[in-house]
């Protein structure tokens, strides 16, 4: 969308519309739960501030996917994580940064099996998951649409 000044023509330049995110370093276990209360502030700001709508299943996955993306980041990296949250397209993309090279193991789903579900629930719940090698470790990214969809499932997508 282009915003435009009410003096274009005179000199001024156009407005141009920047990304809504926010981005925040975490370096212990303890500060999991801080990730989670940034993402449901930012959401909040997106509600309040922005007049973007933001359903509450979408405050939830949100929440979920900050929280264990940023979990595996501090049990499976060294040094610290950085969270970043934009929105785009209608939907909230949740980047995290470590400093392992190591990419994720995705497991087939399992029932049997105790613990290790994080990033399957990750990407049951989001419209896309994308990880990225990056010069110094990895970025994993994933997106979570804001409003409900009558014709779409729970994470976003339109069922045929």
Request: charged share 20%.
């Amino acid at each position: 969308m282009d915003l435009a000044c009410p003096d274009e023509g005179q000199g001024q330049q156009p407005l141009v519309e920047r990304p809504i995110s926010v981005s925040a370093a975490f370096e212990g276990s303890e500060e999991i739960g801080a990730a989670r209360d940034a993402a449901r502030d930012f959401l909040m700001s997106l509600q309040t501030v922005h007049g973007l709508p933001v359903s509450q299943r979408a405050m939830g996955m949100v929440q979920l996917v900050v929280s264990e993306l940023v979990t595996n980041a501090r049990k499976y990296a060294p040094g610290p994580c950085l969270l970043t949250l934009e929105v785009s397209e209608g939907a909230v993309e949740v980047t995290v940064w470590d400093s392992s090279t190591t990419l994720p193991a995705i497991l087939a789903p399992d029932p049997v099996r105790v613990g290790q579900h994080g990033l399957e629930i990750v990407m049951a719940v989001c419209r896309s998951f994308e990880v990225h090698r990056e010069p110094v470790g990895k970025r994993i990214r994933a997106t979570v649409v804001l409003a409900d969809d009558p014709g779409g499932d729970a994470a976003g997508r339109q069922m045929m």
